[in-house]
Nanobody, 115 residues
Framework: VQLVESGGGLVQPGGSLRLSCAAS????????MSWYRQAPGKERELVAA????????NYADSVKGRFTISRDNAKNTVYLQMNSLKPEDTAVYCC?????????WGQGTQVTVSS
């Protein structure tokens, strides 16, 4: 199993970024996917999750209305569209999935929101 994130970077407050997580090594369309983030000195937190078919999503209260999780099962990719970014969104963002007893994480992509 491999999860590879991309799309992070430096953005000004109010700006947007789209993160991607390319998955391989498993039947992507059969598994729910999530995005987590961890800021320096803070615990890792769940940002958003999406069901295997993409019909069900949920979000952390801190990002509701600003972030959108989606997936393309034909491309084995999950996305996180982030709008109206705030400095407190600065963190390393990782995608995550669980297959039975095993959990898998990507290496993460840094998002920095600063003027």
């Amino acid at each position: 199993v491999q999860l590879v994130e991309s799309g992070g970077g430096l953005v000004q407050p109010g700006g947007s970024l789209r993160l991607s997580c390319a998955a391989s090594g498993f039947t992507f369309s059969s598994y729910a996917m999530s995005w987590y983030r961890q800021a320096p000195g803070k615990e890792r937190e769940l940002v958003a999750a999406i069901s295997s078919g993409g019909r069900s999503t949920n979000y952390a209260d801190s990002v509701k209305g600003r972030f959108t999780i989606s997936r393309d099962n034909a491309k084995n990719t999950v996305y996180l569209q982030m709008n109206s970014l705030k400095p407190e969104d600065t963190a390393v963002y990782c995608c995550y999935t669980v297959r039975g007893p095993a959990a898998y994480w990507g290496q993460g992509t840094q998002v920095t929101v600063s003027s």
